[in-house]
């Protein structure tokens, strides 16, 4: 955005407000749309436009908001009171440079789209002033659009201070603007809050631009929910299921099959091969990578994962920090956490737990076990009912299994403990020592067989 004939950008968010109706302990800017602060979305949309400087104004619980956003590169202004929208941006401009140009934004406006604000800053820098509006199909609670008889926008009155005539107005403010940081800084020191609020409007500075013959430039919003605030739950929802309607559509349009683009929920970022099937359900977080054709079951939970070609996650599984290699399958009702890598062609079946786990090529577990701090080698089978016994209560152990090793059902591996090659373990055993390669090892009580046993009778 910033060539040498252009001057800098800065980005201006308005955040101090309260957000009474979201009947929260958490401030309004911190709930989240796809599991991001409305905040983040905003600071993220602002860092895409290259701005030099991102200003945040806060007030209502500052200190949460500076915590929440700590590993973003903004710079926080400080409102103590809300005094109004123009009082607020005066609070970041001392620290902005005179020749930028300046947009405006919404901590509470999460969807606005980096494009959109493209275009509006290109026509700041032409004109003097840019102002986004929406024609809205219900403008009550927002300011209208005042138009002259050429057409001209020449002012912004709040709905509290309007008129019946303008009232009927359907073009509302959506609040969000560009313009030059010199002219702004010089309106806002004009500002009184004479009106129905006993606010500092920056609205009003549509009007002083009017009186000094600076051209004022509108651009019309499409999409009402693009430049929608949240206010409450129900407004928090509907962001998030036109967020997440984007999404789908993104995803269909790149060749993926949804079984219902309705029903899957992104939050995070997720990457598609080809051929890629997703079932019902479905919630992918954080960063997601799935190659080509990799089917996803229903009701799968996925995040921080790498998925290879061809494998399959069945319905029901949980995927958290791991790595799947190619033609693998998962599930049904697996539970895969951080630490986890699978390599190719291996399985894990149902009822699966893994932790810190490598598995080795064409390794399969596929009934009811629990492997943790475990490193298996290749085409190992493991039965069902397989603990590896990690924890003494106090610290983790290490399980060892090389390759070719057929471990028998409702095996106890107490770690520290290695099982060599091509070793087998009896059924039931409780295996507390290293098993060489090629050895079986069998450690279960021996079977007695009682002969004329008498059944109890009842006294
Ligand atoms: C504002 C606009 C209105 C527009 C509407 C769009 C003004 C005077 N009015 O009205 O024309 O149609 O937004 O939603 O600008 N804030 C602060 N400090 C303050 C006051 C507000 O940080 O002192 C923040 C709030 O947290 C909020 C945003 O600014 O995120 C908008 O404030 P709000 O009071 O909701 O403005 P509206 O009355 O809705
Ligand atoms: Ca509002």
């Known amino acids: ?37 409305l905040l983040q979305h905003v600071v993220d949309t602002a860092l895409s436009l290259e701005a030099s400087a991102v200003h945040v104004v806060i007030g209502h619980e500052a200190q949460q908001i500076e915590d929440c956003l700590q590993k973003t590169p903004v710079l926080w202004a400080m409102q103590a009171e809300q005094l109004g929208t123009g009082h607020a941006v005066a609070q970041a401009m001392p620290h902005v440079h005179d020749k930028s140009i300046v947009l405006v934004l919404y901590g509470d406006v999460p969807l606005i789209q980096a494009d959109t604000l493209q275009a509006l800053v290109a026509l700041a820098h032409s004109g003097g002033l840019a102002i ?50 010199s002219h702004l800084q010089h309106w806002l020191g004009q500002l009184k809050n004479d009106n129905a609020q006993g606010e500092y409007y920056l609205t009003d500075i549509v009007a002083l631009a009017v009186l000094q013959g600076v051209d004022v430039a509108t651009q019309i919003v499409d999409d009402e ?39 899957i929920d992104v939050r995070g970022e997720l990457l598609c091969g080809r051929d890629v099937e997703i079932d019902i359900n479905c919630i992918f977080e954080g960063k997601v990578a799935i190659g080509n054709r990799v089917r996803i079951g229903p009701n799968v939970c996925i995040k921080n994962a790498i998925i290879g070609d ?17 033609a693998c399958a998962v599930g049904p009702f697996a539970r895969l956490r951080p630490g986890t890598v699978l390599n190719t062609g291996s399985k894990i079946g149902n009822f699966v737990e893994t932790k810190k786990a490598i598995i080795g090529h064409g390794s399969k577990v596929s009934h009811l076990s629990y492997v943790g701090d475990a490193t298996i080698g290749r085409d190992v089978n493991i039965g069902a009912g397989t603990i590896t016994c990690n924890y003494d209560g106090v610290n983790k152990y290490e399980t060892l299994i090389e390759d070719n090793v ?54």
């Open 1 to 37: 955005m910033n060539s040498l004939h252009q001057p800098p950008l800065e980005v201006v968010i308005l955040a101090a407000g309260k957000g009474k109706r979201m009947f929260s302990d958490t401030p309004k800017v911190l709930h989240k749309v796809a599991g991001r602060p």
């Open 132 to 181: 986004l509006t929406l024609n809205s199909k219900d403008p009550s609670g927002l300011g209208r659009i005042i138009r002259d008889a050429s057409g001209r926008a020449i002012a912004i009155v709040e709905e509290k201070d309007a008129n019946t005539q303008q009232r009927k107005i359907t073009e509302t403010n959506t609040g969000i603007l560009a313009v030059q940081a």
């Open 225 to 263: 929910l693009e430049v929608l605030g949240v206010n409450n739950k129900v407004q928090l929802a509907q962001l998030e299921r036109h967020y997440q309607g984007r999404v789908a559509l993104q995803l269909l349009e790149s060749g993926v099959t949804l079984a219902d683009p309705s029903r």
């Open 310 to 326: 061809d494998s399959v996650i069945h319905a029901n599984s949980h995927v958290d920090g791991v790595t799947i290699g190619a």
């Open 406 to 459: 057929f471990v028998g059902s409702n095996t106890a591996l107490v770690a520290p403990v290695t099982i060599g090659e091509n070793a087998t373990i009896g059924a039931g055993s409780t295996i507390t020592g290293d098993v060489p390669g090629r050895h079986l090892a069998i450690a279960r009580g021996r079977q007695r067989n009682i002969e004329g046993w008498e059944k109890p009778v009842k006294k």
